[in-house]
């Protein structure tokens, strides 16, 4: 049985940045505390995220890291997920989204954390990789009227 969000982030603590730290102090923070994104949380919800995609877009455009502001670059009102799903649920808004990291809430909308694709690297991948060739398997079965592509057009 895959384990829920909230079980495969429940021994990371919560660590955010705010709007008005430099973007060097988040990636100094990032750095120490091995993070690869930094939620921005105000009023007890997550108002934005900054992750190590978006340093390496800035220092490719030259920002300035000392003078530039969380609330400047982040990405504002990121996408969420409760705790109580599974990690393919997750997954999904990942790849659809093309992004790496989901902020968590509990059912309350209370910030939990923040799993990452880097998340799926443990036993869920192993569920994952099942339910895939579930799919797969029922794709098959539905498409099974249709001949083959042989690479000829007509």
Not at 78 to 93: D, S
Request: glycine share 10%; aromatic share 6%.
């Amino acid at each position: 049985m895959s384990r829920t969000i909230s079980e495969i982030i429940a021994n990371d603590p919560l660590i955010s940045g705010t709007r008005d730290m430099t973007v060097r102090a988040a990636c100094q923070l990032m750095w120490e505390k091995r993070l690869s994104g930094l939620p921005i949380i105000e009023k007890d919800k997550f108002v934005g995220i900054f992750t190590e995609r978006d340093a390496m877009k800035m220092l490719a455009n030259k920002v300035d890291f000392d003078k530039t502001k969380m609330g400047d670059v982040m990405i504002t009102d990121p996408v969420t997920v409760r705790g109580g799903l599974t990690l393919g649920f997750a997954l999904i808004q990942m790849v659809e989204g093309d992004f790496s990291h989901v902020c968590v809430v509990d059912d309350n909308g209370k910030p939990l954390g923040m799993v990452t694709a880097r998340d799926a690297m443990g036993r869920d991948i192993v569920k994952l990789e099942y339910d895939m060739g579930r799919i797969g398997a029922l794709s098959k079965l539905r498409y099974t009227n249709h001949l083959p592509y042989d690479g000829e057009s007509d």
